[in-house]
C-alpha cells in the first residue's frame, strides 16, 4: 500500500481553512507600517539629514559620513520601536533569490554593559563573508570577498524581527555580483536618453524613470502532497506524472471564484505585503488548475522588482503556515500551462507624461511615436540578449523546448496600430514635405489614440506586446528576478534612443527642419524593424517559417541562448552605456550556465532516485500479484482453457516487463551520460553535454513511468497524481 501517498491525501482531506482577520477595515490604515519611507524619515532624523537623503535619491548623489550616522541612528530608532533586534543588508545575488546576514543592534560598553546602537558606517557599507554567492570566477582571480552598499532610493524595511536594507553588492575590486547594481546603471542610462528625447517638446522635463509591474503566476500545491513527492520537494517541478483525465480543457478556472482555503492564503500574504508598502492590488485564478496570479500597482522599476522578489518571500513564508507549499517554477506540470512573470514596462516623465500612452495633441503623439519605434527596434537589434536574460532551466519549457512556444522574440502591436505604423512608412517621404503632406501626417498621428481606445485585441501568445500604454514582456519567467530582463531592455532601449538623437540632430545640422528630422527617423525605425512585428499566433508552426524568413532568430539550445552574453554587439552595447563591463558579461554568462548544468543535473539525480527506488519496485510488485493470479487461474483452470481467461493479464505482465527495462536500461544511460559530463574541466562544454545528452533522458524515462502509471493498481502507486496534486485544496 502507497501509505505515504494516502496519509497525505487524507491529512489533505482533512484541512480547514485558516481565519485571516484584517489589522482594519482600510487597507491605508496599516499601509506601509513596517516601512521607513520619507514621511517616518522626517519623524526620525533631522530636516537637513532628511534633505540629503531625497537629493541623493533623486540625483544619485553620495551621503556623507555625518549624515548617515543620523540615519542610521533614526532607523535603528523606529526599527526598535517595530520591535526589530537585529538588521540586515538585504541584497540580490545572482543565485535569483535574496540574501541577508543578520546582525544584532547590540553592543557592549567598557563596563561590560550592553547597549543598542547602528552607525552609518554599517548602514552604508557591509562585507558578508560572499566567497559563496556565485561569482563566475570574478573573486577567484582578485580578492576573495564582496561588499555590500545602501540603495538609498529602496526603503529600508522590518521584517520579522530584523531591520532590512536593501543593498547593492560588488567586489572589491568593483565588478558588480548582483542583478541590483546594474539594474540601477541601466536605469540611469535610460533616464539620461530619454530625457535628452524629451526635450525636443519639452524643455521642462528633467528626469525619466521606467515602471515595472509584475504581474506574478504561481501554483499551490498542499504541503503533504508536495511532501510526498521528491521532484517536487528537490527540484519545484514533477518529473513525472500522467495527464489528469481533466484539467483545463474545459478552461472554468480562469477567474472563477477562488477556493476558501486558498482566498485565505492570499488575504493574510496580502496584509503582509501591505504592511511592507507593496501595492498588491489584483488577485484571481489562472488558467490551469490550482494556479493563482497575484499583480501589484506598477511603481519606479527598481523599487517594483525589490517589492516584487520580498513578495515571493512573503508568499513563501505565509503559504507554509496554510499548509500550501507555493511553486514559482515556470513548469511545474507537464501538459499544462505554465507560469511567467509578465513584465509591464512603461516610461514616465517628471512632467507626468507616460511615454508609451498617446496624448491629445500630434506633438505628445509624435514623442509617443518615438519611444514606440526605439523600444520596438531595441527588442529588434537585442532580441538575442534579451532571450538571453530570460532563458532558465525551469522557463525553457515555456520558449522553446517541446510543447512551448518557439524561442522567437517579436513585437505584438495590435492591428490597428500595428496598420497604422505600416501607413506611416509609405506616407513620410524621404525628402522634404509639402505643406498638403504635412496636414495629413497630422491628421493620422493625432488619430493614434481612438485608434487605441478600440483596439483591444489582445494576443496571449506574444513574448512582448504593447497594450495601450506599456510594453509588456510576458516570456520572462515566473521563478526569475526581473533584474536580468530589465537590465537588458532598459539598456537596449537607452541605446536606441541614443542613436535616435544623434541620427535626427545629424538631419536637422544638415538643414531639415526639427519636426521633419523626426518624422524621418521614426519611419526609418519603423522599416528597419519591420521583421519583429507580429500579430498571428506565436504558438503556430507557420511562425516558425515565417519568423525564419525574417531573418529572427530562434534558438532553444542552452548553451547558444547563453553565448549572447559574450556577442561583441551585447558587449559593447553594455559598455557603450556603462552598464557591464566585458569582465562582468562573461562572469554572468559562466554564473547562467552554471546553474542550468546544476540544475539540470540535480533534475536527472531525482529521477533516477524516483525510477529506481519508487516506480521499479512498484511496478515488479504489481507485477508479482499478475503473476500470481494468472498462475491460480492455470491451477483451476488447467492449461486448455487459462490462457484465453487471462490474456489481459499476461499483456499487461509483458508490457510491465518492457516498461521496467526500458527505464532501467535509459537509467544506466543517463547515468553514464552525466558520468562523461561531469568530467569536463569547462562548464560550457559540459553545459552542452547536459543539454544534449542527458536532458533528453528526463523525457523519455518518464514516458515509460507514465505508462505504468495507467497500469498498476491506484493502490500500490507511490506518489501522489496529477488530479491529486491539481485539485485538492
Ligand atoms: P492583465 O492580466 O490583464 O494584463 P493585470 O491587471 O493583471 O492585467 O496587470 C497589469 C499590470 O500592469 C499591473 O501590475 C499594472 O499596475 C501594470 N500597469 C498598468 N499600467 C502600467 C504602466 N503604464 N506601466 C507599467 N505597468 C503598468
Ligand atoms: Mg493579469
Partial sequence: MATTRFKALEEVF??????????????????????????????????EAYKSVMTAIEKGNRIDRKIADQVASGMKEWAISKSATHYTHWFHPLTGGTAEKHDAFLEIDKNGKPFETFRGELLAQQEPDASSFPHGGLRNTFEARGYTAWDPSSPAFVLGNTLCIPTIFISYTGETLDYKAPLLKSLNALDKAAVDVCRYFDKNVNKVVANLGAEQEYFLVD??????????????????????????????????SIPERVLSYMKDFEIEAHKLGIPVKTRHNEVAPNQFECAPVFEEANLANDHNLLIMEIMRKVAHKHNFEVLFHEKPFAGINGSGKHNNWSLSTDTGVNLLKPGKTPKKNTQFLIFLVSAMKAVYTHGDLLRASIFSAGNQHRLGANEAPPSIMSVFLGTQLNKMLDDLEKRIPNTKMTPDEKTALKLDIGKIPEILLDNTDRNRTSPFAFTGNRFEFRAVGSAENSGAPLIALNTAVADQLIKFKKETDALIESGVKKDEAILQIIRKYISESKPVRFEGNGYGDKWLKEAKKRGLSNISDALEVYKAYLQKDVVKLFEDNNVLSKVELESRYEIRIEQYTKKIQIESRVLADLAMNHIIPTAVKYQNLLIESVKGLKDIFGDSEYEKISEGRITFIKKISEHITSINKKTNEMVEARKKANKLKKCSERTKEYFDNVQPYLESIRYHIDKLELIVDDEMWPLPKYRELLFSR
Fill in 14 to 47: 482533512n484541512r480547514k481553512s485558516i481565519e485571516v482577520k484584517f489589522p482594519s477595515n482600510k487597507i491605508s490604515d496599516y499601509y506601509g507600517e513596517n516601512v521607513f519611507d520619507s514621511e517616518k524619515m522626517r519623524q526620525y532624523i533631522s530636516a
Fill in 223 to 256: 504541503s503533504a502532497l508536495y511532501h510526498a513527492r521528491p521532484d517536487l520537494a528537490l527540484t519545484q517541478r514533477t518529473l513525472m506524472g500522467h495527464a489528469s483525465a481533466k484539467d483545463q480543457q474545459l478552461e472554468d478556472h480562469y477567474f472563477s
